[in-house]
């Protein structure tokens, strides 16, 4: 595998989003929402680095197993626990690569009446995005490439990876 993206330039990253972040919810108390499973590392980095009042909570979406991803059908396997009615939700994401996942979590999200709805993402992947989406806070943009580690997998492992990187077995894949 070929490293992406060094544990120093993702801590640098982080560091810099989460001092946009603090600035830009200065006196309020934001509920950072974690798309699971992807988001669980750089969502704990993110919020010792933001350092301030706030709340967390989790997601998790399925997209009905990895041969229909990207076909737009997300299943939703565990909800929010906290109310989010008048209040500042930031979503955090590993990745966003068509879109689709994300644009259904933000529509199911609104239904809730939260005061703000934006997304924190650590890597963005534009060139393959079926449907636009807003992202106010990127960490990394990317080439179409398959990558692992900080929290992404493939078939469940690499999560535990401290950097980013891309997997060579890629042809591989389903
Ligand atoms: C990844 C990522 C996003 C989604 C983005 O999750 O965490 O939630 O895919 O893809 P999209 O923009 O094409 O919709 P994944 O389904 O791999 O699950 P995981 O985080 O549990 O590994």
Do not use: W
């Not at 301030?52 to 990207?70: H, L, P, R």
């Not at 590993?94 to 259904?104: A, K, M, P, Q, R």
């Amino acid at each position: 595998m070929k490293i992406l993206i060094s544990e120093e330039k993702i801590a640098a990253k982080v560091r810099s989003l989460a001092k946009q972040i603090r600035a830009d919810y200065q006196n309020e108390t934001p509920i950072f929402v974690g798309i699971l499973k992807g988001s669980f590392l750089f969502m704990a980095d993110l919020i010792r680095e933001y350092g301030e009042d706030c709340e967390i909570d989790f997601m998790a979406v399925s997209s009905y197993g990895n041969s229909k991803k990207g076909s737009g059908i997300v299943r939703l396997i565990k909800d929010l626990h906290i109310n989010v009615n008048g209040r500042h939700i930031l979503i955090i994401e590993d990745i966003i690569d068509t879109g689709l996942t994300s644009t259904y979590i933000k529509q199911y999200l609104k239904l809730r009446k939260p005061k703000s709805i934006e997304f924190v993402t650590l890597l963005d992947k534009p060139d393959t995005r079926k449907v636009k989406i807003d992202l106010k806070y990127v960490g990394f943009s990317i080439p179409n490439k398959f990558v692992i580690g900080y929290g992404l997998d493939y078939a469940e492992k690499y999560r535990q990876l401290p950097y980013i990187a891309v997997c060579e077995d890629e042809e591989n894949l389903e």
